[in-house]
């Protein structure tokens, strides 16, 4: 079974907003990564935030993480026609070697 | 660089038919892996190998092989292909210690 769930399945918003997204996970993880998907694409790794931190910047994205609940969050701010793409959270548990993902939100940017 | 590359792009194979999707990479990476991808599931992992001869089981083993020969190819081998295993299907590598994974661009298959 797949190891996150992100929410909410799908997200339109006008270009300029803010776009935000969540991941909740069940066991402890040493990592957690956000990937991006544009449509056909192959995944693009966008952002790892490690089980001691809580908070992570780059560029316009912002990633937190909660590991007393098991969840994330990935802001989009200012949000371009080009952030249009599904949204993939992946964690690495502790004494593993395999990356699970959730099932992705999509995210539409109306210009 | 060429990154991670696989072959074909585009595959349809009949039940039954058996058929091998490549996957190379340039960068060195000694971890690779294969997923497959279905609507509304997200990404699923098939097998992955931790360096040149040693592969091990990931969440929906079945019905794929694979080997790991050399550092730069992961060939996934699927043995009877079943309408089931109809999906996308990516490979990717990275190094042990980043743990950010680099993909592949993909290689849709149909089974009819």
């Known amino acids: 079974s797949q190891q996150g769930e992100e929410d909410p399945q799908a997200l339109s918003i006008q270009e300029g907003e803010n776009a935000t997204m969540n991941c909740s996970y069940k066991t402890s993880i040493n990592n957690l990564q956000w990937y991006r998907q544009n449509s056909g694409r192959g995944l693009v790794h966008l952002i790892l935030i490690r089980s001691n931190e809580r908070e992570k910047h780059s560029g316009r994205l912002r990633v937190t993480l909660d590991t007393s609940k098991k969840s994330s969050s990935l802001l989009i701010t200012a949000s371009r026609a080009a952030d249009t793409a599904s949204y993939f959270c992946?964690?690495?548990?502790?004494?593993?070697?395999?990356?699970?993902f959730g099932a992705g939100t999509t995210v539409t940017v109306r210009a | 660089n060429a990154g991670v590359t696989q072959t074909p792009k585009f595959q349809v194979l009949k039940t039954g038919q058996s058929m091998t999707l490549q996957c190379a990479q340039d960068?060195?990476?000694?971890?690779m892996s294969w997923y497959r991808q279905d609507p509304g599931m997200g990404l699923r992992l098939i097998h992955y190998s931790v360096g040149a001869g040693i592969t091990d089981q990931g969440e929906v083993p079945n019905g794929y092989n694979v080997s790991r020969s050399t550092t730069e190819d992961f060939p996934l081998r699927l043995l009877s292909a079943a309408p089931s295993q109809t999906s996308v299907y990516f490979c990717a590598s990275m190094t042990p210690n980043s743990y950010e994974q680099y993909f592949g661009p993909g290689t849709r298959l149909t089974v009819t």
């Open positions: 960068m060195n990476h000694e971890y």
């Open positions: 992946a964690t690495w548990p502790i004494n593993d070697y395999k990356l699970s």
